[in-house]
């Protein structure tokens, strides 16, 4: 059986491949949309103090751990003929996977964000005060400090992302050609006893969560010593 898996995944087989393409494409595309809204909000968290900041801190520390069923169940009623955005016709579409994954991981990488930039915060605050640096200097300056951190928490947006079933399956559908993704293609082969195509996705998923964890490794031992040389 191995053998039979390994030959699926060299011969490159197109549906293979395009079913791997499109899990990226959603992924990488969520990962993204959230990282240009996350990264921005948390640092502000982190920075200044505003009417509901406390409440926006809380929300998006409670909403790291929601579930994905409930976030996809949400985009459905939203995005369904009775929803209030039914006429665009996004359902069981890849933007709507992009839509469910991007309010999955958002909350993620702004909690983490706002956690990475806290402390150089407090290190910057006496600084920005005496120099009078403008608000938005201040953000570009404690995000571009922070970089190694961020991009650690970016990919951990990303690796929650491509492993999520839950929510791409009930805005998607699993339609084949269509919406069909490494997760979902998995759930079903299995179902129906097509091993080797659901063994052949779940190496290459896998490979793709330890080439996530390495990069998010490398992140933290180079971030640690531009650490210790700055601190020299």
């Not at 959603?26 to 409440?55: E, W």
């Not at 190694?148 to 970016?154: A, G, K």
């Not at 997760?183 to 091993?195: D, F, H, K, M, Y």
Request: charged content about 10%; overall charge positive.
């Amino acid at each position: 059986m191995f053998a039979d898996v390994m030959s699926l995944i060299i011969s490159g087989d197109r549906d293979l491949y395009a079913i791997i393409g499109l899990s990226l494409r959603v992924s990488l595309s969520a990962t993204l949309i959230a990282s240009l809204f996350g990264l921005p909000l948390g640092a502000m968290l982190a920075l200044f103090r505003f009417p509901g900041r406390s409440v926006i801190i809380l929300l998006a520390s409670s909403f790291m751990a929601l579930p994905p069923v409930v976030v996809g169940l949400a985009v459905y009623l939203l995005l369904s003929r009775s929803g209030p955005l039914g006429d665009l016709g996004l359902l069981f579409t890849p933007q709507a996977m992009i839509i469910a994954q991007t309010v999955l991981i958002f909350p993620i990488i702004t909690a983490l964000t706002h956690q990475a930039c806290k402390p150089l915060m407090r290190d910057y605050q006496g600084l920005f005060e005496v120099m009078a640096i403008p608000k938005l200097q201040r953000a570009r300056t404690i995000l571009w400090d922070a970089r190694f951190t961020l991009s650690t928490t970016v990919l951990a947006g990303f690796g929650r992302a491509i492993a999520e079933v839950g929510a791409v399956i009930i805005v998607g559908g699993n339609i084949n050609g269509v919406t069909r993704v490494m997760t979902t293609t998995i759930a079903l082969e299995t179902s129906r006893g097509n091993l080797n195509l659901a063994l052949a996705l779940g190496i290459i998923l896998i490979s793709i969560a330890i080439t996530v964890n390495l990069a998010v490794l490398a992140l933290g031992l180079i971030g640690a010593r531009h650490n210790e040389a700055r601190a020299t």
